[in-house]
């Protein structure tokens, strides 16, 4: 019995730990994933929002935009994105065996401000 709940013990971290990448979830920074903001000022948040390579563009939008209705608990009067990147693709060549980069990739993120309507 003992042997069997090890065995299974096991199978379960392996299978934990293989599971497929994802595109990045709804979440404060973690890892170099997810949004953060500061306050600019009273009515006014800068927000960032960053994604790994599976990240859509309109997914980062639509995260940008979750954030902006909590910080202004509904009340959004203006946005604007100012700066955006979507994720670009390695191109490259094989040399012998060796797979040498030719541009660097990036991951996507967006870059904006809210300001939220005066309570």
Same mark, same amino acid.
Do not use: W
């Given at each position: ?5 090890? /065995? ?17 979830? &709804? ?5 170099? !994933?997810? &949004? ?7 009515? /006014? $948040?800068? @927000?960032?929002?960053?994604?790994? &390579?599976?990240?859509? $563009?309109?997914?980062?939008?639509? %995260? ?5 209705? #909590?910080? /202004?608990?509904?009340? @959004? %009067?203006? @946005?604007?994105?100012? #700066? !955006? ?9 094989? =040399?012998? %065996?060796? &797979?040498?980069? =030719? =541009?660097?990739?990036?991951?996507? $993120? ?5 300001? /939220?309507? !005066?309570?």
């Amino acid at each position: 019995m003992l042997k069997q709940s090890l /065995c299974l013990s096991a199978l379960m971290g392996i299978l934990v730990g293989c599971q497929a990448p994802i595109s990045t979830p &709804y979440q404060p920074l973690k890892n170099n !994933e997810g &949004y953060v903001d500061r306050k600019v000022s009273e009515n /006014c $948040y800068e @927000i960032q929002v960053r994604g790994n &390579y599976l990240t859509t $563009y309109p997914t980062l939008v639509n %995260h940008f935009n979750r954030r902006a209705n #909590e910080l /202004c608990k509904g009340n @959004i %009067h203006k @946005i604007t994105i100012v #700066e !955006e990147k979507t994720t670009s693709i390695n191109d490259g060549q094989i =040399t012998g %065996h060796v &797979y040498v980069s =030719t =541009t660097v990739s990036s991951l996507p $993120y967006v870059v904006g401000q809210v300001i /939220c309507k !005066e309570s």
